[in-house]
């Protein structure tokens, strides 16, 4: 239950209660309260944190058209590739940035010292931010999946096959996993093949279509027009399967970028406990060295006593015989 | 159906938010912030909110109040604390240093217009009252350890213990300050509920002192419509579930049951708590490591925390220990043989990187790997809950090993059932050396005299001299004799029969018999299912059952204009859907499990129960003993 309101009317009785009696009220002269000034650290995380802002704000605007691929049907706004291209390169430039800005940050914060919570938190800060970038990525990433696996459908249901419907099933499967490692000039591949299938099956028709134009009297054979047809087929069939061919290794390649993305992290989080044992090992093998150092100090140690001692009880008993005899 | 856990951890989110509303962004800019409790606070934060979770929510910092803080700029701070003077004091150390930017402080329970003043003198005199943003009452002064039992207090439960309750020399002024704690936190229970209860207690006692108070302290809040904390307006219904029907609050005393904290348990969560301390859903494990160079043993410890993120605990918590043996096996079988598949992937993968026939083959294996590469978190973290389960699994089984729990249970179960052949005299039980050390052979020397109807003097004596051979101390024995002068024995002669075990046959222990668990010499005994006398007053309740114990139970009702005469119960009301059981002196997993088996008997019906357990503190057998020594040491 919110008391705020109690706790403030309480001040002002109690202010005014002061007052009545007299005592000093240092706050007159000011009316806003005191302002402290915002150390460098808050300014700077604000900064960035303020740029990541701005990019989830400009992502979730252009959502809408983004992801509208049915533009020809709704009166929602819409967009054309080329704008989405330029939406894809401008988010990315952004994060690159964000992300550089938050490394030099944490190298900046490293070098300043304070107390020991005042670092946790600086820390904690820091870790926040990055989580935040991560999350505005992975929007991002999303959109442009969904993007991609739309065109890929599209161009899938062009083609009149059906026997590479297995292949164009992993082919999706595999996409839908895809992140921000999409590079540019693949997408510009695809499209660049999506455009280069149609216009050359329409070169090939109007290649046919020719002869038929100037033959004006020349009634095609039958032998030449079947050949014709299957040419056309064949050629048809031949560019087909290269896109076809080419999009599946696009895929492959796709998927094992992740891949290796995971085994990187993998491998590097090993590097840094390899790092660590390694250090671990160096201090052991000093401390061994040490070690045996100071057994061996110890032993001639030993062997000295051990000569002292013999050395005594041989001094001890020729002085107990010299008695002896000299008592005698 | 949100639960009263739920409605907890909801508003703690929502105070750690800054008391602002929560949008439902798809990626929400941080607000970072740090929090500051005390130990009340950290007793309510620590079983709901990991520590992972804090950090999502942002707060970068936690500390306690009464540590040395140092001044982080530019933050705002929570508080989360009691409004002790203490505490105060405290508070107002920190706005005169200055320490952070802008406070919020939520006091754990209402903090009285004497003290309010008091902090905002403070605040004047420091000149920050424009710091201070907001200041909020919350209602959370109680303990949710599961979705359907709380406790009062955990750190400075010493204060409302049973031993504290019945103390001889207790004054008027401090049994007021109890009831008036224990009041307070039930209070808040029903704010955070959002419900008004029927109060049902019994006479006499202690119970009947709280649900006064209580009944008291909710009319006046009823009354005043101004701030009143159970306005149901349908907007701020989450949800929009209407709950017309409204529980009943049944408020008992330890008195009414002694026997079942003493009782030796055979459930896995019963038994962490009796053997292995588990204390706010965390259990500190000493396992064996390794060899020292001393050539002992080198135990390490290990805090496990069990609670409901944990799916197997949340499965197996209430099943006999034998059928969790089992069930952590079939768990480790299960996962050797998802891990074989991704070692087999591996090798089938080997194979087909030589021959590059079909591309169709190498686009099957990058599946695969992905799905197996995925899975891989879930694969390890299912390992680490094994691996922990085993340790506390392994922890527990040694106790009963050492101790020989199982012949303890098994012979208590009989006595509590009086079932007429007990084949061992519980004289030799008392003698033989390795069945317990001195305590357990205490405790079950005062079930089976609480129990039976009558002891003969030289019978008692001839126990007593044979308790004190084996090591026992004799101080709770006077003081249960006193309590059974005083408790109305005719009335509970027959309070726990239906109990009793019966052993596994012969075939389920050969299947068993391939676990790693080396369960030898550990009966494999199964529980039939029967009530003890809590479940049952709260069955007799709830179903408006007449009976001869709860016959002249007092009735509250604070929602009523006038305050009616309790003798008359108005007989034409449906049963009740929800109950509250709440224990004042302390309470145990033995009975909260028993409850819940008795809502899951009910359950599927037309009439599916919801049974909350409370109680003000959860003793294990050890602490009760030693406060029933100590009350014992009064009496001479």
Redesign the interface.
């Known amino acids: 239950m919110d008391i705020t309101t109690l706790f403030k009317a309480c001040v002002k009785t109690i202010r005014t209660r002061n007052r009545a009696f007299g005592v000093g009220d240092a706050d007159r002269s000011r009316i806003f309260g005191t302002r402290t000034q915002k150390s460098e650290f808050t300014i700077r995380a604000k900064e960035v944190l303020g740029q990541i802002t701005r990019l989830r704000d400009f992502l979730l605007e252009h959502r809408k058209a983004y992801l509208n691929f049915a533009s020809h049907l709704s009166d929602t706004p819409q967009m054309t590739d080329v704008e989405r291209d330029k939406i894809d390169l401008g988010a990315q430039r952004i994060m690159n940035t964000c992300s550089y800005l938050i490394q030099e940050f944490k190298k900046v914060s490293q070098k300043l010292d304070g107390s020991a919570q005042l670092l946790e938190h600086r820390q904690a800060v820091l870790d926040l931010v990055e989580s935040y970038l991560k999350s505005v990525c992975k929007i991002y990433s999303e959109q442009r999946a969904i993007r991609v696996k739309r065109a890929l459908e599209i161009q899938k249901m062009s083609k009149l096959e059906t026997e590479s419907k297995k292949y164009g099933e992993n082919f999706v499967i595999c996409n839908s996993n895809s992140e921000i490692f999409l590079k540019d000039h693949k997408e510009n591949r695809t499209q660049s093949s999506h455009n280069s299938s149609p216009r050359k099956v329409l070169e090939t028709n109007i290649i046919t279509d020719k002869p038929s134009l100037f033959s004006e009297d020349d009634q095609l054979s039958t032998e030449e027009m079947q050949m014709f047809e299957s040419e056309n087929a064949q050629l048809y069939n031949e560019l087909n399967s290269l896109t076809e061919e080419v999009k599946q290794i696009e895929s492959k390649v796709v998927c094992i970028a992740e891949l290796q993305e995971i085994f990187t992290e993998k491998v590097l989080q090993q590097d840094k406990d390899i790092d660590r044992i390694a250090s671990t090992v160096i201090g052991t093998t000093e401390n061994v060295k040490d070690a045996n150092e100071q057994i061996r100090q110890a032993i001639q140690r030993n062997a000295g006593l051990r000569v002292w001692i013999l050395f005594f009880l041989a001094v001890m008993s020729f002085t107990l015989l010299f008695l002896d005899w000299y008592n005698d | 159906m949100v639960t009263l856990r739920e409605k907890q951890i909801g508003a703690l989110k929502q105070m750690l938010n800054l008391?602002q509303p929560q949008t439902k962004t798809?990626?929400g800019?941080?607000v970072?912030k740090?929090l500051i409790y005390d130990r009340c606070g950290q007793d309510i934060i620590s079983p709901l909110v990991s520590i992972k979770e804090l950090?999502e929510l942002?707060v970068?910092?936690h500390?306690q109040l009464h540590s040395d803080?140092?001044?982080?700029?530019?933050?705002p701070a929570v508080y989360f604390c009691l409004p002790t003077e203490e505490n105060l004091g405290r508070i107002g150390q920190d706005l005169q240093n200055?320490l952070y930017?802008t406070y919020h402080l939520n006091f754990i329970s209402?903090?009285s217009?004497q003290r309010?003043?008091d902090?905002?003198?403070a605040?004047?005199q420091a000149?920050?009252?424009?710091?201070?943003?907001?200041?909020?009452?919350?209602?959370l002064n109680f303990i949710s350890l599961e979705d359907d039992m709380f406790i009062l207090k955990h750190q400075n439960s010493e204060a409302i213990s049973y031993y504290a309750i019945n103390r001889g020399e207790i004054k008027d002024t401090e049994m007021e300050t109890i009831m008036d704690t224990i009041v307070d936190s039930l209070f808040s229970v029903f704010a955070t509920l959002g419900t008004v209860p029927v109060i049902r207690s019994p006479r006499g006692n202690a119970a009947e002192m709280v649900a006064e108070k209580l009944d008291k302290k909710l009319r006046e809040n009823l009354r005043d419509t101004r701030?009143s904390?159970f306005l149901m307006d349908a907007a701020s219904q989450s949800g929009g579930h209407f709950n017309f029907q409204r529980p009943v609050l049944i408020v008992l005393d330890r008195n009414v049951d002694m026997a079942t904290p003493l009782h030796h348990t055979w459930t896995y969560q019963a038994l962490a708590h009796d053997v292995l301390d588990l204390t706010l859903n965390r259990v500190v494990v000493e396992e064996n490591v390794g060899r020292s160079p001393a050539g002992g043993a080198k135990m390490k410890t290990r805090a496990c925390d069990l609670d409901s993120r944990d799916r197997f605990w949340m499965a197996h918590k209430g099943s006999p220990f034998p059928t969790v043996a089992e069930a952590i096996q079939e768990e480790l079988e299960q996962y050797r043989s998802s891990e074989e598949e991704v070692k087999r992937l591996k090798a089938s993968m080997g194979i087909d990187n030589e021959s590059d026939a079909a591309?169709?083959m190498?686009?099957?294996n990058?599946?695969r790997?992905?799905s197996a590469?995925n899975s891989l978190p879930q694969l390890l973290d299912k390992k680490r809950l094994i691996d922990m389960h085993t340790t506390v699994a392994s922890a527990i089984l040694n106790y009963i090993k050492s101790r020989r729990l199982d012949t303890l249970f098994e012979f208590e179960e009989k006595v509590m059932s009086k079932a007429a052949n007990l084949d061992r005299s519980i004289m030799e039980l008392l003698t033989d050396s390795d069945a317990g050390n001195p305590e357990d052979k205490m405790r079950l020397f005062l079930i089976f005299y609480i129990c039976s109807h009558s002891v003969s003097k030289d019978e008692l004596d001839r126990y007593a001299t044979a308790l004190q051979n084996a090591g026992c101390d004799l101080q709770p024995l006077s003081y249960i004799k006193r309590w059974k002068a005083y408790a109305k024995m005719a009335a509970s002669s027959n309070q726990y029969v239906g109990g009793g075990t019966k052993t596994v046959g012969m075939f389920s222990k050969l299947v068993s018999q391939g676990s790693s668990f080396v369960m030898e010499g550990v009966k494999n005994l199964v529980i039939k299912r029967h009530n003890l006398p809590v479940t049952r007053i709260v069955d007799e309740i709830m179903e408006m059952k007449t009976s001869q114990e709860t016959e002249d139970y007092r009735y509250f009702d604070p929602k009523q204009l006038r305050v009616t005469d309790s003798s008359q119960i108005p007989r034409n009301r449906t049963p009740f859907q929800e109950a509250i059981v709440f224990m004042v002196g302390g309470g145990n997993y033995i009975e909260y499990q028993n409850l819940v088996d008795y809502t899951k008997g009910k359950a599927g019906g037309p009439t599916s129960k919801r049974v909350i357990y409370g109680a003000s503190t959860l003793n294990n057998a050890k602490q009760f003993l030693q406060q029933l020594s100590l009350l014992g040491q009064e009496l001479q």
């Open positions: 008391n798809l990626a800019e941080p970072w740090i950090r942002g970068t910092l500390v803080r140092d001044p982080i700029p530019d933050v200055n930017d209402p903090i217009r309010l003043e902090l905002a003198a605040a004047l000149n920050c009252v424009s710091q201070i943003q907001k200041v909020f009452d919350q209602y701030n904390l591309f169709s190498v686009t099957d990058t599946a790997l992905t590469v």
